[in-house]
């Protein structure tokens, strides 16, 4: 089992910054994608950023340019820095980690998910 503990959301204005952090811990060797999603109040819960252990990322089309995912794997910890926040970011964010080659996908564990609301 993998537990993983978010904080780091707020209330922001718009053009503002935050920073997302994501500490996993329990069977860590196990894991190799850890990442973000957020869900909208009345919307689907979608796919926001992602890396491997290996260092590959990826970003939802709508975050490049203002979003930043880093790992640190001797903390088992994983970061997500928004800048530029809009209103349309805001959002329950939620870490997951997978122990196959994309986060989501199964077997996967889910963090409680930490408020982002940004005001503007």
């Known amino acids: 089992q993998v537990q993983l503990v978010e904080s780091g959301g707020g209330l922001v204005q718009a053009g503002g910054s935050l920073r997302l952090s994501c500490a996993a811990s329990?069977?860590?060797?196990?894991?190799?994608?850890m990442g973000w999603f957020r869900q909208a109040p009345g919307k689907q819960r979608e796919w926001v950023a992602a890396?491997?252990?290996?260092?590959?990322?990826n970003y939802e089309d709508s975050v490049k340019g203002r979003f930043t995912i880093s790992r640190d794997n001797a903390k088992n910890t994983v970061y997500l820095q928004m800048n530029f926040l809009k209103p349309e970011d805001t959002a329950v964010y939620y870490c997951?980690?997978?122990?196959?080659?994309?986060?989501?996908?199964?077997?996967?564990?889910w963090g409680q998910g930490t408020q982002v609301t940004v005001s503007s």
């Open positions: 997951n980690a997978a122990a196959g080659f994309w986060v989501g996908i199964s077997p996967d564990y």
């Open positions: 890396i491997t252990r290996g260092g590959s990322i």
């Open positions: 329990g069977s860590i060797s196990s894991i190799n994608a």
